[in-house]
């Protein structure tokens, strides 16, 4: 569970499920050389991944590479189950940042062999989230700018215009497949510019008009010495 300023209190997040999107931005299929799908494309992360300010990202002695991944993560106001896209927003209670962390050397590896690649977007503290949640009403998320400093460096910089599916699309088609409950989080893709995480390295990521949040990064091997 991971609380945040929501409104004039907070709001804990505690979802069943947090659903990612893969590919929903044309630049970053194009880094991850592949084509743009004619679907949405998503897959799992498991709530236990999730930590809020002020935690470390901890990255696993398991993975020899660790990426960035900034998005825009909705937050589902109520039961959603086959919802047509005209009325997706209605189902929506508000937004906040969330970081896609990924063990890229792990998904490759599991790719090539065929594999599901949950391990790879899985691990403990792969879901950082912050620094707030802002209430649907609040925000229009047509034209947003988001992106992610690592030290200070520019690494991803984009618009939420550039999604390919965008929010209605995507909680109509999750929605056709599992009942989306109050609480669950979809994280819409991400924008070119990944790239590795180190020991030491700070990570800053921002999006228009909810905030920035700012996130140590901490070797596995570091915390258990």
């Not at 925000?139 to 991803?156: A, C, F, H, M, P």
């Not at 609480?183 to 800053?204: C, N, S, Y």
């Amino acid at each position: 569970m991971v609380r945040l300023p929501f409104r004039d209190t907070y709001y804990e997040l505690r979802p069943s499920k947090i659903v990612a999107l893969a590919k929903n931005y044309a630049e970053h299929a194009k880094e991850m050389e592949s084509d743009v799908p004619e679907r949405p494309v998503f897959f799992l992360k498991p709530p236990s991944a999730l930590i809020g300010p002020g935690e470390p990202i901890i990255l696993p002695r398991m993975s020899k590479r660790v990426d960035h991944e900034v998005e825009l993560a909705v937050i589902i106001g109520k039961r959603a189950k086959r919802v047509p896209a005209e009325k997706a927003m209605d189902y929506v209670l508000g937004y906040t940042i969330m970081l896609d962390i990924t063990a890229r050397d792990l998904q490759a590896e599991a790719k090539k062999k065929g594999l599901p690649w949950t391990i790879s977007k899985g691990f403990d503290t792969f879901a950082p989230v912050g620094p707030r949640v802002v209430d649907r009403r609040e925000l229009n998320i047509t034209d947003l700018e988001i992106g992610l400093k690592v030290n200070g460096q520019l690494r991803q910089l984009g618009r939420t215009s550039q999604m390919v599916f965008k929010v209605p699309e995507l909680i109509e088609y999750i929605s056709s497949v599992m009942t989306l409950e109050p609480g669950d989080i979809i994280a819409t893709g991400t924008p070119a510019g990944i790239g590795p995480l180190r020991h030491g390295d700070r990570v800053e990521a921002w999006i228009e008009g909810i905030g920035m949040i700012e996130f140590d990064v901490l070797a596995e091997d570091s915390i258990l010495c």
